[in-house]
């Protein structure tokens, strides 16, 4: 008895990594198909999306004719028309608005079920927000785009690197985007009632995000410290500039250089804002 | 009697339930203002590239920023919560408003009367009280009556239209944000020369849904400017009419929602 099997002591260096990849992977794919169930409503939404691609796109067009040189704010015609397609086709894939699941559950007092599990709950949600990202980038990305596609004429990118660019700025821009909702909502640990911070958020997302009208509009000096000191421009015009191919190749790998920071920042900072508040967390409800 | 009596109940109970969380019912206040501030901001940025979008000047589109949002906010106080209904159908919660011996739609509208909304009126009659003061309007008493009634038009048209969107649930539960597309959006349209749209889709928006008649043509009737797109100088004083029309198709859209309505049964 005094030889102990010292194999069963070997754990692989691996397996805990491995274990949490794939725990990560399965809550992707029941993100994914939680929200392949609302059919009725992805087709409802793409119908809204395309309706306020043709306003946007009419206005920003008359925008570019009335300069009289063919370019507004460093875009030409066919770039603006780009920037706004893919804008509505990409603002369900980042979900911008109307997550208030987390609020919810933490005034619920459900939210110590989540702190129960083996999982944290950042990258929980965040593995189910990817799930629901990569749903709206199979359903939601192509109606609007498409729809542009026939009644404008679109811009084709022209660098082989602006596509997969893109989908890099697009998955940043998500990451970006949950974790500034996680802070948002996560303020109902000391608040109860989000609906004010939730209300702030989805005022500013809009606007500083560079749905409403592109930032460039605005005078350089405000869209540059919009840019690098709030992750707002991050969030749609990052992406919109990159497809869109805004500026030279440089800076548009740059836009995504600092996204990926912000991407960094966010998430630190909901894993932060979270920890402090299992601190003080007292649960709601019985 | 009973019936105001009855109203002025739930309206009380509505204000006291939104007062006892102040802070929020404050950023709430501050936040829907916002909204209705970054549209026009959103105005004034596009025509900080361009001295002219669709052949109109920044004053002349204030003013038909001024109409609309003044007209947008206030129905959107009034009756846009309407836009509930579909959560309303979906939980069962309708049962209890059509059991109850009053009419449904006042119901619903004072069961969320969102108080919050109320600076949002006060903004949107600003924008449009300084659109008038830096446009050089030739008045007329006509005219007067036209700048009296546009605004209070332009709410009932939304309202009409909100009530539209809404009374959607009663027939599709999933609508979903598609009702969006005309009450923000009809919002969004109204707020710019409607010469900047396509053909067809300014036909079909404008003309054929009538939002043509909400800021656009009361604008041009103001500014003394003929139509760029052909309609006679006095289509702008018929917008009165045209809301009464879509407040006629709304209360007939309505009537038959409920008539056809079944509950979910939850």
């Known amino acids: 008895m005094d030889r102990i099997d010292a194999r069963v002591l070997t754990i692989s260096r691996l397996r ?6 794939t725990t990560f992977g399965v809550l992707i794919g029941s993100g994914f198909r939680r929200y392949s169930t609302y059919r009725q409503a992805t087709i409802a939404g793409s119908f809204t999306n395309i309706v306020f691609g043709f306003l946007r796109c009419y206005v920003l067009l008359a925008v570019v004719a009335g300069t009289g040189t063919q370019r507004a704010a460093g875009y030409d015609a066919e770039q603006l028309a780009t920037y706004v397609w893919v804008g509505q086709g990409l603002l369900a894939v980042i979900g911008l608005w109307g997550w208030t699941e987390l609020a919810e559950r933490i005034r619920t007092g459900d939210i110590a079920a989540d702190l129960l599990r083996p999982v944290a709950p950042v990258p929980a949600y965040l593995a189910a927000d990817l799930g629901r990202a990569l749903h709206a980038m199979l359903t939601r990305f192509g109606p609007p785009l498409l729809a542009g596609a026939v009644f404008f004429p679109l811009h084709v990118p022209s660098r082989w690197q602006t596509v997969p660019l ?11 985007c949950f974790g500034c909702r996680y802070v948002v909502n996560a303020t109902a640990y000391w608040l109860h009632d989000a609906r004010g911070p939730i209300m702030l958020w989805t005022l500013g997302a809009g606007v500083l995000g560079g749905l409403y009208f592109p930032l460039r509009l605005l005078p350089e000096w405000m869209t540059v410290t919009l840019w690098l000191g709030t992750p707002m421009p991050s969030l749609l015009q990052a992406p919109l500039d990159v497809i869109a191919e805004r500026d030279p190749p440089g800076l548009q790998a740059g836009l995504v ?11 630190s900072l909901a894993a932060l804002v979270q920890r402090r508040a299992e601190r003080k967390l007292v649960v709601q409800g019985g | 009697m009973g019936e105001l009596r009855a109203y002025a109940a739930l309206l009380g109970a509505q204000a006291r339930s939104v007062l006892s969380y102040r802070a929020s019912f404050l950023v709430e206040v501050a936040g829907n203002m ?6 026009v901001l959103t105005v004034l940025v596009l025509f900080r590239a361009t001295p002219r979008v669709g052949g109109f000047t920044l004053e002349q589109a204030l003013l038909m920023v001024g109409i609309s949002s003044a007209g947008f906010a206030l129905a959107d ?32 509208l004072l069961m969320d009367l969102p108080l919050r909304k109320a600076l949002r009126v006060v903004f949107g009659f600003t924008v ?17 009556a036209l700048v009296a009634l546009a605004p209070g038009a332009a709410a ?46 300014r036909g079909l928006f404008a003309y054929a849904l009538g939002f043509a008649f909400v800021a656009y043509q009361p604008a041009l009737a103001l500014l003394g400017r003929t139509d760029p797109l ?21 209360t007939g859209v309505w009537r038959a929602g409920i008539r056809q309505y079944r509950s979910t049964g939850s």
């Open chain 1, 166 to 176: 893109f989908l890099l700025s697009v998955v940043l821009a998500v990451v970006i």
């Open chain 1, 16 to 21: 805990p990594f491995r274990s949490s990849a």
């Open chain 1, 257 to 267: 250089g600092v996204q990926a920071c912000w991407a960094v920042l966010a998430l």
């Open chain 2, 156 to 201: 009932a048209f939304f309202g009409s239209i909100f009530v539209i969107s809404a009374a959607l649930a009663f027939w599709w539960v999933e609508s979903g944000e598609m009702g969006a597309a005309f009450t923000y959006g009809g919002r969004d349209f109204t707020s710019y020369p409607i010469t900047v749209y396509g053909e067809w889709f």
């Open chain 2, 128 to 144: 449009l009280g300084g659109a008038i003061a830096i446009n050089d309007i030739d008045w007329t008493p006509a005219r007067v």
């Open chain 2, 77 to 108: 106080m009034l009756v846009g919560n309407v836009d509930r209904l579909k959560v309303y159908v979906r939980a069962g919660t309708l049962d209890a408003v059509l059991v109850r011996p009053l009419p449904a739609l006042p119901q619903l």
């Open chain 2, 34 to 39: 916002g909204a209705t501030v970054f549209d």
């Open chain 2, 230 to 250: 052909g309609l006679p100088g006095w289509a702008g004083y018929l917008s009165p009419l045209v809301a009464l029309l879509a407040a006629t198709v709304a």
